[in-house]
Structures are given as structure tokens and as C-alpha cells.
């Protein structure tokens, strides 16, 4: 709030400002005209390889960085860790990558869980397949955790991974094994397994969700070393439906 001759007026809302990290001058044009018709975006700056990325993510401190993958000088991986461990900063990955470069660069495996009715998991699962360049699958009893591969937890289910042998297998179990789980799958129970059973760190992500499923998952995360991301505000909620964010 601002005074103005003894009335408070509302200032405007802070602006999101964005930093664009790509080798192709074409691309990151492309990126400033898309996020250019949003009036709470401002483009704060650019840079063209990785290495300059790093350089004006920790001098500009922008709110968010659109970083490409595979450029020159440093790759757009290596500069995402050196920010993270630097300077934290929410990154949206941007990149063309094929079906093999993308293998490459998620050196491990994903886990997925959403809230979604029976039957509706392996149809979903099969549409990001057949548009993701990673592998999509509905996760399925000792399905191993593979570099490249995104394994969605099944509706009606919990989920949970451990580690056996060299590797981390999948467990569907029974909703009534874990009664004290409100949410299926438990978004809390896949994070906090799947926590314990990595021999490094892990990053966690939520998007939007029920509740407060979720906040112990992420709590272990940050105590086992790892990072977390939640992107769950109201203003970006889909649905009116979806529960305020605690």
C-alpha cells in the first residue's frame, strides 16, 4: 500500500520476472512473444548458453528461469545444478530433445502420483506416452525405477518403492494396508518411500493436490538432503473445487 494525500492506495502486483536461457536466438524470441501476453510476466533478461545463465541467474535474481538443454559452452543440466545450489530458483525446462537425448539427460527414473479415478490412469499414462520423449507407463507390481522412464501410480492403490538388489522396484499395495492414508494413492507414502529407498538425494514436486497429502512426503525429502518444489497456489488452481493450499 501507497498513501497519496492521506488515502491508501493499492499498489500493483509485483511482476513475475523471467530469465530466458537458449542458444537459439530464434527460441528465445519465441519464448518472450508467448510469455509477453501475460501482464504479470516481465522479461528480465537473456542469456545464451548455460555458463551465461548461471552468471545473470545469481547476479539478476530472477523469479524464474526458462533454461534450454542442450547448448554450447555448458548444457542447460550442469547449469541447472550449479543454480540450484547456489541460488535455488524455480527452472522450467525447455527443449526438443529426442527420445534418446532425453533418456540421457533424466538420469533417473520419475514417479507420478495424481489423483485421478480407476481406469483412468493407464488411458492417461498412454496419451503422455505417445506425446512425452520419455517413457510413460501406469506402474505396475516390481517395475523397476529406470533412467528415462515415468511410472504413473495407479488410481485405487497406494504405492510404494523400495530398494532391492542394485535398483528400486515399484509395490502397489492395498488401500487397506495403510488405513491412515485419506488420499489414494498417498502422495505422503510414495514421497517418503521413495525418499528412503534413493541412495542421494531426490527433488520433489507438487503441482496441486488434495489436502495436506504431500507435506510429510516433502518434509522427508528436505530431511534426506533433497530439494522441493511446490507450485500449488491458489491462483493456479484449474478447478474451484481443488482444496485452499495450507
Known sequence: ??????????????????????DSSFMRMAIRSIL???????????????AEGVAKALALKPDIITMDVEMPVMD?????????SSSPTQVIMVSTLTKEGATATFSQGIMVAIHMQKAFTGHFSDRLNSKCALQVKEAA?????LPGRVLVAPAGRHITLQRKGGGIVVQAVPVENFPRYVYVPSIDLMMTSLSDACKGPMVGVIL???GNDGLSGMRHIK????????????????????????
Open 1 to 22: 500500500m501507497r498513501c497519496n494525500g492521506g488515502s491508501m492506495i493499492p499498489e500493483k502486483s509485483k511482476k513475475h520476472r523471467v530469465l530466458i536461457v537458449d
Open 141 to 145: 507390481d516390481v517395475d523397476l525405477l
Open 36 to 50: 509477453n501476453r501475460d501482464p504479470e510476466i516481465e522479461i528480465f533478461g537473456t542469456a545464451i548458453n548455460g
Open 223 to 246: 530431511e534426506k538432503g533433497g530439494m522441493t518444489h511446490c507450485f500449488r497456489t491458489r491462483r493456479h488452481r484449474l478447478f474451484t473445487a481443488c482444496p485452499r493450499p495450507t
Open 76 to 84: 542447460g543440466i550442469t547449469a541447472l545444478k550449479e543454480i540450484m
Open 208 to 210: 496441486t493436490g488434495m
